[in-house]
């Protein structure tokens, strides 16, 4: 069974598209691309995942069930935002984290944060922009979730710290889940990548192997990322 399929999803935002009825299997132990320009529809697809908004037709299933509280508990979400309150230290975060979500590794976040050299007593608001990032992302790879649905983890960050995120992500999910990273940066995250999936004005225009795409085309990811996409 895929860890997450869309069966004719659609989504309608007045008279726009953003998703098309689209269909699509995404399977465990594999990092995969959701990989399209602003406006494709990739935060539509993941919104409709976590049951953040609801589908105007079609159907998107985690391991079989439609967005819900079972689901909810299964998949680890990252949005394309500070989602955080900034008047909360890390440290009231993990305990929040640690109350809220029944998988979640204290001693993994922790591990993380010390990576990074972060005293946890610090204050949101406090940190760089960069340095927020980072912990959101390190709260949502600190659950032992199935499902890691991650919207343009490394946009608003230097190279440097998209180097960092990437490790992060791919060293603290486990082979029995999925990750899925929303972007259009394809050169910063090729070298992750399992799989990979364009959409291109809520349509699903490709979904292939990265290894087999570039022994098919003689073209990296990203090459071929600016040929479908190019204005």
Same mark, same amino acid.
Request: glycine share 8%.
């Given at each position: 069974?895929?860890?997450?399929?869309?069966?004719?999803?659609?989504?309608?935002?007045?008279?726009?598209?953003?998703?098309?009825?689209?269909?699509?299997?995404?399977?465990?132990?594999?990092?995969?691309?959701?990989?399209?320009?602003?406006?494709?529809?990739?935060?539509?697809?993941?919104?409709?995942?976590?049951?953040?908004?609801?589908?105007?037709?079609?159907?998107?299933?985690?391991?079989?069930?439609?967005?819900?509280?079972?689901?909810?508990?299964?998949?680890?979400?990252?949005?394309?935002?500070?989602?955080?309150?900034?008047?909360?230290?890390?440290?009231?975060?993990?305990?929040?984290?640690?109350?809220?979500?029944?998988?979640?590794?204290?001693?993994?976040?922790?591990?993380?944060?010390?990576?990074?050299?972060?005293?946890?007593?610090?204050?949101?608001?406090?940190?760089?922009?960069?340095?927020?990032?980072?912990?959101?992302?390190?709260?949502?790879?600190?659950?032992?979730?199935?499902?890691?649905?991650?919207?343009?983890?490394?946009?608003?960050?230097?190279?440097? =710290?998209? +180097?960092?995120?990437? !490790? #992060?992500?791919? %060293?603290?999910? &486990?082979?029995?889940?999925? /990750?899925?990273?929303?972007?259009?940066?394809?050169?910063?995250?090729?070298?992750?990548?399992?799989?990979?999936?364009?959409?291109?004005?809520?349509?699903?225009?490709?979904?292939?192997? =990265?290894? +087999?795409?570039?022994? !098919? #085309?003689?073209? %990296?990811?990203? &090459?071929?990322?600016?040929? /479908?996409?190019?204005?």
């Amino acid at each position: 069974m895929a860890l997450l399929e869309c069966k004719t999803l659609a989504k309608r935002y007045g008279e726009v598209a953003a998703l098309d009825g689209i269909d699509l299997s995404l399977e465990a132990g594999k990092v995969i691309g959701l990989l399209g320009p602003n406006g494709s529809g990739k935060t539509t697809l993941i919104k409709l995942a976590n049951g953040l908004i609801k589908p105007t037709s079609g159907q998107v299933l985690i391991e079989g069930m439609a967005p819900c509280v079972k689901t909810k508990a299964k998949v680890a979400y990252l949005p394309d935002r500070d989602f955080l309150p900034e008047y909360m230290s890390t440290a009231q975060l993990l305990d929040y984290y640690e109350d809220f979500f029944a998988d979640f590794d204290r001693e993994r976040a922790l591990g993380m944060l010390a990576d990074l050299g972060l005293d946890a007593s610090g204050r949101l608001k406090e940190l760089s922009r960069g340095t927020r990032e980072k912990v959101q992302l390190i709260l949502t790879m600190s659950r032992r979730a199935h499902a890691y649905l991650l919207d343009e983890p490394i946009a608003g960050v230097d190279p440097a =710290a998209r +180097d960092y995120i990437l !490790r #992060t992500i791919i %060293s603290n999910y &486990s082979p029995d889940s999925l /990750v899925l990273i929303s972007t259009h940066l394809i050169a910063d995250i090729e070298s992750v990548l399992d799989d990979v999936v364009f959409l291109k004005q809520g349509h699903v225009v490709l979904h292939e192997s =990265a290894e +087999d795409l570039r022994e !098919r #085309t003689g073209k %990296s990811v990203d &090459s071929l990322f600016r040929e /479908v996409f190019a204005c």
